[in-house]
């Protein structure tokens, strides 16, 4: 059982370029979540999808879209990668909507955008 | 979200020694959980809390569900090598859809 699975783990960006980071998760979960993760920043929610068809924007959404093609898969978008997007990008997904049960992990995609 | 505050920020301690740390919130928070994360991994959840009160255990992790739900402690006793991470403690209000994250706080443990 694989869990959540993010490709790729590492990228390098020029800045303006653009990139799709995937995620892909197998344990039939409802909702789904992108975190980024700065030093001394924690986690920080960019967008969710409570269910298939649906999604939402977090806490720092600006210059990401997102895509929740199946109930499976929840992709992240970069139109014009930034520096200030350099960062650890972690999809997660959870059996509740709520997400009383937790939420599991995938082990993150490390971007550098120089 | 709502803000976490999340302390001590990092802990360097001898193996052996045991370990607390805690999170606070304004706001009262219906669950709390708390993760740890290993270099170059993601998170993993340690311990839920659903309930005001609670005290659960994990092996030698013990976390607490704060009276007032606007606070929850972990503790680790007898501390090894390869408790070495982040720990994040999170929390759900039912003000927020998504789980509100701490900051996290470094723990090293030396031999």
């Known amino acids: 059982n694989a869990g959540v699975t993010q490709t790729p783990k590492f990228q390098v960006l020029k800045t303006g370029q653009s990139m799709t980071l995937q995620c892909a998760q197998d344990m039939n979960h409802n909702s789904m979540y992108w975190y980024r993760q700065d030093p001394g920043m924690g986690l920080r929610l960019i967008y969710y999808s409570a269910s298939e068809g649906t999604t939402d924007k977090g806490e720092v959404p600006n210059g990401y879209n997102v895509s929740r093609l199946n109930k499976r898969e929840f992709s992240l978008r970069l139109e014009s990668a930034a520096p200030s997007q350099t960062s650890v990008y972690f999809c997660a997904s959870s059996e509740w909507d709520r997400g009383n049960y937790g939420y599991t992990f995938g082990s993150g995609t490390r971007l550098t955008v120089v | ?111």
């Open chain 2, 1 to 111: 979200g709502q803000q976490l505050n999340q302390s001590p920020q990092s802990m360097f301690i001898q193996e052996g020694e045991d370990v607390s740390m805690n999170c606070t919130s304004s706001s009262i928070f219906n669950t709390w959980l708390w993760y740890k994360q290993d270099p170059g991994e993601g998170p993993v959840l340690l311990i839920a809390l659903y309930k005001a009160g609670e005290l659960t255990s994990n092996g030698r992790l013990t976390a607490q569900f704060g009276i007032t739900r606007k606070d929850s402690f972990l503790n680790i006793s007898a501390s090894i090598p390869s408790d070495v991470g982040i720990y994040f403690c999170a929390g759900y209000s039912n003000s927020g859809y998504a789980l509100n994250f701490g900051k996290g706080t470094s723990l090293l443990v030396t031999p």
